[in-house]
T-cell receptor, first 115, second 117 residues
Framework: AQTVTQSQPEMSVQEAETVTLSCTYDTSENNYYLFWYKQPPSRQMILVIRQEAYKQQNATENRFSVNFQKAAKSFSLKISDSQLGDTAMYFCAFTSNFGNEKLTFGTGTRLTIIP | SAVISQKPSRDICQRGTSLTIQCQVDSQVTMMFWYRQQPGQSLTLIATANQGSEATYESGFVIDKFPISRPNLTFSTLTVSNMSPEDSSIYLC??????????????FGPGTRLTVL
């Protein structure tokens, strides 16, 4: 069974600074997908970024980028020039390329951006 | 992506009653999922709902407690039956959007906040 671990329950950072959220996972699969979702107080789950395991290049989406280390099974999220609207719960998630494609979520990191 | 709506957005119910949550998508999708998010917790998959077949339930969830319908490719319902306070959670539906041959990505509805008294 796949597991996803987020070891930072809470983090805070000053506005405009850079912050990195950690995620590790465990799987025996070779092909899989990794995601970061954001859940602000409105509770809407919003896709931030995704990474295909077969791609060596790290995914980027504007201020968001990942550091994907397949051998280490690590998938961290870097938020540059953080903004107040980035305050939210961030969940790392995994799905394999086979099976029923369900998402396995980590326990989340509560990120607070301080003005 | 996909635009997903859920009804109701929130509800307060008495124990022993049932609530049906609706999930509507703006495009046809094959796979729909129902998740539960207990207070302060992460998301746990309840079941996968494919059109034209019985829902597939995860360990710890049963059809009698969480019956699911999937009448077409844009709609699904989840019923929380014979509710108890332990069922107080956010219930989210999601859909899987397949982008060509590559990444299958799930997009989520806004969630239904259920409080059982």
């Amino acid at each position: 069974a796949q597991t996803v671990t987020q070891s930072q329950p809470e983090m805070s950072v000053q506005e405009a600074e850079t912050v990195t959220l950690s995620c590790t996972y465990d799987t025996s699969e070779n092909n899989y997908y990794l995601f970061w979702y954001k859940q602000p107080p409105s509770r809407q789950m919003i896709l931030v970024i995704r990474q295909e395991a077969y791609k060596q290049q790290n995914a980027t989406e504007n201020r968001f980028s990942v550091n994907f280390q397949k051998a280490a099974k690590s998938f961290s999220l870097k938020i540059s020039d953080s903004q107040l609207g980035d305050t939210a719960m961030y969940f790392c998630a995994f799905t394999s390329n086979f099976g029923n494609e369900k998402l396995t979520f980590g326990t989340g990191t509560r990120l607070t951006i301080i003005p | 992506s996909a635009v997903i709506s859920q009804k109701p957005s929130r509800d307060i119910c008495q124990r022993g009653t049932s609530l049906t949550i609706q999930c509507q998508v703006d495009s046809q999708v094959t796979m729909m999922f129902w998740y539960r998010q207990q207070p302060g917790q992460s998301l746990t998959l309840i079941a996968t709902a494919n059109q034209g077949s019985e829902a597939t339930y995860e360990s710890g969830f049963v059809i009698d407690k969480f019956p699911i319908s999937r009448p077409n490719l844009t709609f699904s319902t989840l019923t929380v039956s014979n509710m108890s306070p332990e069922d107080s959670s956010i219930y989210l539906c999601s859909v899987e959007v397949i982008a060509g041959r590559s990444t299958d990505t799930q997009y989520f509805g806004p969630g239904t906040r259920l409080t059982v008294l």
